[in-house]
């Protein structure tokens, strides 16, 4: 079954934005302003790219981007390291991990330095390192990442903040995915309750923890536990996505193999037609 992992991998992390915004105030009628310009708009290029699925061209926009931060910022700069952070995504998309890997980590020693340890933009890069090694089936190098990155947002955030919640998440499937259940439940039970209590029982990230929770149960053959979860998932997703949203088409896949274990065919004909439906509208 699927389990949604909730990775903060964005191409703009929400901390380099606030300094973004900064940039931009302190230097609008700075000589610098075309080319720092021209670097936000590489930025968001490569992210346009990236979600076209054209990589190659992205890689290519996103390299002239670390170019261009370097010599605005200084090879130092939170700029230069998010530009990096693009790159090692783009790459990481492709399967190129030894070439991501090493992008990730630059990235994080310019946040250390530039933000502090315990910023939350430090974090973020801890959890894109963390995921990289996940893929790659490294669980020993990615446990301390995640459970670092964990720290860091529990102390600067709170407790019952969304990205503690996250971070959980990302913890949980990082055990889920060895088998590690007893360790994984926990962690599920603590994202899903920061969800609903900070975002509301409809968010999209409520349907992701319900969906991985029951997926958790469904594994143990804890079925009774597993389907309301399941069912609740799939309405938060069609509610707030609409019913032919990718992510409704998961969950329908998870029901799926869930109905088919315990024998009910009726259910398993109806929502694996309805997930084939939905499917073949994005290929």
Same mark, same amino acid.
């Given at each position: 079954m699927?389990?949604?992992a909730n990775t903060v991998r964005p191409l703009v992390?929400?901390?380099?934005?606030? %300094? #973004?915004?900064? %940039?931009?105030?302190?230097?609008?009628?700075?000589?610098a302003y075309t080319q720092e310009k021209l670097w936000m708009e590489l930025n968001a290029k490569a992210s346009i790219l990236y979600q076209q699925g054209r990589y190659s061209e992205a890689v290519s926009v996103a390299k002239e981007s670390v170019k261009i931060a370097e010599e605005i910022f200084g090879k130092d700069h939170p700029g230069v390291a998010l530009?990096? $952070? $693009?790159?090692?995504e783009l790459y990481y998309s492709q399967g190129k991990y030894s070439k991501a890997e090493p992008l990730y980590k630059w990235a994080l020693v310019i946040y250390e330095k530039a933000l502090g340890p315990d910023h939350p933009d430090v974090a973020t890069s801890l959890n894109n390192l963390a995921a990289l090694y996940r893929a790659q089936g490294k669980y020993a190098e990615a446990e301390p990442l995640y459970k670092w990155a964990l720290e860091i947002r529990e102390k600067a955030l709170g407790p019952d903040h969304p990205d503690v919640a996250t971070s #959980? $998440? $990302?913890?949980? *499937?990082?055990?889920y995915s060895q088998g590690k259940y007893s360790k994984a *439940?926990?962690?599920?039970?603590? @994202?899903?309750?920061i969800r609903e209590k900070a975002l509301g029982k409809d968010h999209t990230r409520v349907a992701t923890s319900r969906n991985n929770l029951a @997926?958790?149960?469904?594994?143990?053959?804890?079925?009774?536990? @597993? *389907?309301?979860?399941?069912?609740?998932?799939? *309405? %938060?997703?069609?509610? @707030?996505l609409g019913p032919d949203h990718p992510d409704v088409a998961t969950v329908l896949k998870n029901m799926v193999g869930f109905y088919t274990e315990i024998g009910k065919e009726d259910e398993v004909e109806k929502l694996a037609e309805r997930a084939k439906i939905i499917r073949s509208k994005y290929q």
């Open positions: 699927k389990t949604f992390s929400y901390g380099v934005k606030i %300094i #973004l915004i900064m %940039i931009m105030t302190a230097s609008f009628t700075s000589p530009s990096l $952070n $693009n790159l090692a #959980l $998440n $990302n913890l949980a *499937e990082l055990y *439940e926990p962690l599920y039970k603590r @994202a899903l309750e @997926a958790l149960y469904h594994s143990q053959g804890k079925y009774t536990k @597993a *389907e309301p979860l399941y069912k609740h998932a799939l *309405e %938060i997703y069609e509610k @707030a």
